[in-house]
């Protein structure tokens, strides 16, 4: 039987042919839904600018420009503040997700009067090191960044991250057995917890926007006997304090958890300078002691 215009037949393949370019639109916009959602989604974690917000001479401390790169990597750049005095040790800093390290060199300031050079350092994207950031990239920032510290004071050095720079100091240092300890602050045990804390009603969106992978939690076990401190500030409205709980509880020993209560997501430095100082060095005394990890 001969299908005719307006016959039932035609009708129906007609619609089936409409059918199957929805379809097709949706599953592609789907795609492209998904792709733009875990752009925008990892995305969120980084925020840098190349505002120059203060100079070594601001922040009173001497400071000598370096570069170095990871493999493959693009030319990062970083400040050296070397030790008044006798070193006593040398600190890897891992600054947070916003500006670069003329904003955060504050919270490290400090350290060079008290006898421990600081390497402070910009990861790709970030002031003015070259490329652009992606999660991988401040992984493989960190290494390259340790391994310069290490090629200056092979046997003392400590990684010192903040809220991302802990996550990201703690996945570089446990590649690294070198490194004697982590001092992790207002920092998160991973990426999509996070992100789910932060989002609650967008949460069952997260295994989708957020991508798997590099969390620090996933490598803690790698650092014993290497001791690890979390600092979090009890009133952290950024990375909450029940975060910073959980990366305690999942490191592995030697470990310990110093909360300070009025704090909030800004180093606790700001707020109990002294005694943030008298436990600082008592933590790098502690690394220094501990037995070393094997590699």
Known sequence: MQATHGSPFLLMAKRRSALRRILRVLVLTAILAVIMLRWLGDGLFYHPDRRVYGS???YGVAAEQVSFAAPRGPLLHGWWLPATGEARGTVVY???NAANLTRHARYVSWLPARGYSVLLFDYRGYGASAGSVTRAGTIEDATAAIDFALSRDPDRVVVFGHSLGGAVGLRAAADRP???G?????TFPNYREIARVKTPWLAWLVPLAISSGYDPDAVLHQLAPAPILVIHGGRDHIVPIALGEQLYERASEPKALWVIPEAAHAS???VRPDEFERRFEAFFAEAM???RRPG
Do not use: F, L, Q, Y
């Not at 982590?182 to 207002?186: H, K, N, P, Q, T």
């Open 182 to 186: 982590v001092i992790a602050e207002s």
């Open 268 to 270: 606790p430095w700001t």
């Open 289 to 291: 002691r501990s037995e």
């Open 94 to 96: 891992c600054h947070g």
């Open 56 to 58: 070594p001479v601001d």
């Open 178 to 180: 070198a490194v004697r």
